[in-house]
């Protein structure tokens, strides 16, 4: 069994409603993801920022949070 890429894990937070959009406009957007373990804050303004323990601006939550926000 291969490991789950993080686009794939991101695509699986949405599908599975992981993903709840508190706020987002054009410039900023913030929403609250269930991850596997813990829940976490992804904030995306110019910076993306996630409250999870891994590297910063590149884990799955914040590609989840990105791939609805401005439908990129
Ligand atoms: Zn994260």
Redesign the pocket.
């Known amino acids: 069994m291969t490991k789950e890429t993080k686009t794939e894990k991101a695509k699986r937070l949405l599908t599975t409603g992981c993903v709840l959009v508190e706020f987002a406009d054009e410039e900023k957007i913030m929403a609250k993801?269930a991850?596997d373990t813990s829940g976490?804050q992804?904030w995306i303004k110019d910076e993306p920022r996630?409250?999870?323990?891994?590297r910063?601006g590149d884990?799955?939550?914040?590609e989840a949070v990105k791939m609805i926000w401005r439908n990129e």
Do not use: A, F, K, R
Request: hydrophobic fraction near 20%.
């Open positions: 993801v991850g976490y992804v996630c409250s999870c323990p891994n910063q884990c799955s939550h914040i």
